[in-house]
């Protein structure tokens, strides 16, 4: 490898951990009327980093340190663009709505960003500990973000839901590593897959399970996806689109890499993907089927995002290089899709204090930059074409079929058409109905960018995907070397 | 394959076609929505280029030479092996003019719209585009991604400016949306596993002339499977039995210009596909499902016709009519036979043609009078006398008339498929009898009869409204009394493609494995 600096690689995290503790400091010396320059300064910082993060992407230089317990190659790089990328728009979206919360509004930025640095160590962890360490820091920072309406009830309850289940997952999650510990005397991913070989013991298959579940449940995988609904409803909107969007994208980091290094090894092999392949269409069915009658926009995003995470486990399980860079690809545009859809969602629960799909009533006519938007990311989610979506299933499903399984591409196929049924139910609403009695909603700002951007990209992408598709191809080349 | 985009004579022609209706419509997205009278215009205007380009090809192909002509290609998504590959042949080229002509007439059609006028021309301009697109693909990839760009503004076309008779709006908006997406669903698996087995080799690729030419890496198995799979995203399409029932509901709960265009144009997609992929690149999976769908398409033909028989909505009546004629464009198919594919893609021809003319003035007697309810009409000849001309042009050619195209279309599938499948053409030719009755019964019960009083009011078309009735009517009798226009450019895509030689091979294979 290429002489590096410690630094010039570790720069974005850096960066975004010390920001994270000046926000916290300046919130604290600042009296209370003068901290408007919160919302800017958290976005510059995060298009400082990924500017930094994508000329990183390209021509920085990669490297495995300290033992490999820390990875620093263009898959980590690409999933640090992706959970930045949700970030920023996160925090472009969130400004009148975090202008509306207590005085303490200053911690959700800091919060925010101490979020983001968990899920780049996670993204780029190399062994089971670094990976935890970064989990928990995601965790920890999320339990709060959920809880963050102080004086609503159903955020602070889903705070403690998630506070409970949370808990309950890491350790379950701790027991597996701590079985592989056991077996293999080390927590090094590329130890473990050496050392695990090919005897499935009882032990072995404990410990796939135990951190499937575990990582499943930040995926909010069937079976274990009851908390999602019920905590993504409560949580203030963005927190929600954060969760929904970039936690699950740092659990799907690490899953790729824990599984390929480890579970491919053939002691993992037949368990590992066997339950992946239950999971995946588990999810894919019951994640859609239920989104169907849910009147609450965010619990229908939830269980459109449950179903999501199913269509991308199907490209874990194809395994391959194209099933990888299927994943990959469709991450990133499931980040600008989604982020569409909840940018119009926080816009009308700020505006008109609702999360009922019945409220978007008229929105065509009352904001129709927004419903268009609206329409845009939903489509683009349920993979009709010329959105990125569409472009996103065809490479998951592609791969998947070539490895030979060709039932999951119909039912994750049929699924998604099923899936139009319910984002269509909302463009319905946006678009029949009159709305009458509900206030007009212009968007300004730089809300009105997010949503913006947000639909360009998706459409940019849809019609030409050629440039991400050689991104998330590098980065799953990495993966594979 | 080269990098640089490959250039034939013409080539911008086919671009410039599809982007015509496109830039009018960014044009109206920048309009004023005050301004309906502009939009409108500004529409008709996009279509007429269109239309006037889609003319100029459909004289400038070249028959003799044959095959692909105004040919571009670039390659688009190279790690997939798509090309944006764009090029009409004698089969895709009278699509292509069919669905400029409704297009453009639909845009008069829907001239007196005047609810969100600026919205429901975007939306049809969107839609128009969508269809010609996948006409004018050479590549599988981007002929899915236009088919798939066109269902999204049908479902909010149908629900906003749809009407709610025996089924709400909604209801049937959703129906054909959903129906239309589960059956795309399988084809996007055929369609996958097709461009699988197509990359064994390495070197992947979409496009129709390079899978049909990797016939070997075919198995008789694989091809059976991709088939099946394929009927069903076609065969929803086209609104084979069983798979027909969003096609009734979905027409009738359509503004005037949706009908037209589903119904004229967009369901020939399925015929197209059928064709293009199902004969040209799984001959053999074509042929052993044949004749289970020729049997599909008969009972299309005959059961659609029954339920004609009896409907009180003319639309449904129209619309179950449509079901009934697709099924001989199934059995056409189905007969596997050079001529009989001629007669199926003429048939197509013809019958969107007709289908558009029909909902164009079932969509006027509509706008005048509120009803479409057989009953409640009659007479009508006597106070709006063009009108009821146009009306019984249609029908005429949706009997088969002599004198118009329909005739020569439905002649030419008889002939061809009697020698091939007799009991089933011969069931199918009976279906002609039912559409006599169902389309005599709605001409006597709703255009003749005595004088009602409660219709003097009615003003006949007049101005724009005359377009759909002029052009179509016009392209109805040219196609009826000189169908070499016609049938000579659809004969030479037939020949030229080599589709005599694929069938000449898989009929040979059939009979040694059967004797």
Known sequence: MVDFNITTVLMPEVVIASMSMILLAIGLLVPYGSRKSMMPLTAFTLIGVLSYTLYDFFYGPKATFLDGMYMHDQF?????????????????????????????????????????????????????????????????????????????????????????????????????????????????????????????????????????????????????????????????????????????????????????????????????????????????????????????????????????????????????????????????????????????????????????????????????????????????????????????????????????????????????????????????????????????????????????????????????????????????????? | MSALPTVSSLSMLLPFTLLAPLVAMLLIVFLPKEETKTIKLVAAMGMFVSLALS??????????????????????????????????????????????????????????????????????????????????????????????????????????????????????????????????????????????????????????????????????AFQKVAFALMIIGFGSLISMFPFHSWSPDGYAGAPTAVSMIHAGVLKKIGGYGLIRLGIYVLPVGASFWAPYIATLAVISVLYAAFIALVQKDMKYVVGYSSVSHMGYVIIAIAALNPTAVTGAVAMMFAHGVMAALFFAMIGFIYEKTHTRNISELGGLAHQVPRLATGFVIAGMASLGLPGTVNFVAEFTIFIAAIKVLPVHTVLGIAGIIFTAVYILRIIANVMFGPRRSEWDHLTDIRGPELVPLVLLAFVIFLGGMFPNILMGLIDSGVNSSGLAEVLETVSQAKIGGLF
């Open chain 2, 55 to 220: 003319i100029y090809a459909f004289f400038a192909y070249n028959i003799e030479q044959g095959g692909m002509q105004f040919t571009l290609t670039i390659p688009w998504i190279p790690d997939l092996g798509v090309n944006l590959a764009l090029g009409v042949d004698g089969l895709s080229l009278p699509m292509l003019l069919l669905t400029n002509l409704i297009g453009f007439s639909s845009i008069y059609a829907s001239w007196n719209m005047d609810k969100r006028v600026k919205e429901y021309f975007i939306l049809l301009l969107i839609l128009i585009a969508g269809v010609m697109g996948t006409f004018i693909a050479r590549d599988l990839f981007i002929f899915f991604l236009f088919y798939e760009i066109v269902v999204i503004p049908i479902y909010i076309m149908v629900i906003i400016w749809g009407s709610s008779k025996r089924v709400t709006k909604e209801y049937a908006g959703m129906k054909l949306t959903i129906y239309l997406l589960i059956g795309s669903a399988f084809l996007l698996v055929g369609m996958i596993a097709l461009y699988l087995a197509a990359a064994a080799g390495g070197n992947p690729t979409f496009m129709f002339e390079e899978l049909a030419a990797r016939q070997d890496l075919y198995s008789p």
């Open chain 1, 76 to 481: 980590a790089v690409y999933f640090k663009l992706l959970f930045l990328a949700a970030a920023l728009l996160v925090v472009l979206s969130s400004g009148d709505y975090v202008q509306k919360l207590a005085e303490h509004r200053y911690k959700f930025y800091s919060l925010l960003l101490s979020a983001t640095l968990g899920m780049m160590l996670m993204a780029g962890a190399g062994e089971l500990i670094t990976m935890y360490v970064g989990l928990e820091l995601m965790t920890i920072s999320f339990y709060i973000l959920v809880a963050y309406l102080a004086n609503d009830a159903r955020s602070s309850e889903a705070g403690i839901k998630y506070l409970v289940l949370g808990g309950a997952s890491s350790a379950i999650l701790l027991y597996g590593i701590s079985l592989i510990y056991g077996l293999t005397g080390s927590t090094e991913l590329f130890v473990i897959a050496s050392k695990l070989g090919g005897n499935l013991t009882p032990a072995s298959f404990l410990a796939t399970v135990f951190l499937l579940a575990g990582l499943g449940f930040k995926i909010s995988l069937v079976p274990f996806h009851l908390w999602a609904p019920d905590i993504y409803e409560g949580a203030p909107t963005p927190v929600t689109a954060f969760l929904a969007i970039a936690s699950k994208a740092a659990a799907f980091a690490v899953l790729i890499r824990v599984y390929l290094l480890t579970m491919n090894s053939q002691a993992f092999s037949i368990t590992g993907e066997t339950l992946l392949i239950v999971l995946a269409v588990s999810t894919m069915i019951l994640g859609n089927l239920i989104a169907i009658p849910q009147t609450n926009i965010k619990r229908l995003l939830a269980y459109s995002s449950i179903a999501q995470a199913g269509y991308l486990m199907v490209g874990i399980i194809a395994g391959s290089l194209a099933g990888i860079k299927g994943v990959l690809f469709y991450a990133m545009i499931y980040v600008f899709a989604n982020m569409g859809a909840f940018a119009v969602a926080t816009h009308v629960a700020e505006r008109q204090d609702s999360d009922q799909i019945k409220d978007f009533a008229g929105l065509w006519r009352r904001s129709p930059v927004a419903a268009v938007v609206m329409t845009a990311s939903l489509l683009s989610l349920a993979g009709i074409p010329p959105l990125a979506g569409f472009a996103g299933k065809f490479y998951l499903f592609t791969a998947v079929m070539d490895q030979g399984f060709i039932a999951i591409a119909i039912i994750g196929f049929v699924m998604s058409m099923v899936s139009v049924y319910y984002y269509l139910s909302v463009v319905k609403v946006m678009f029949l109905a009159e709305g009458e009695g509900l206030p007009d909603i212009p968007v300004h700002g730089a809300m009105k960018f997010t949503m913006v951007f947000t639909m360009l990209i998706t459409l940019v992408i849809g019609l030409y995907p050629t440039p991400l598709a050689q991104m998330a191809f590098a980065a799953a080349e990495s993966l594979f070397k």
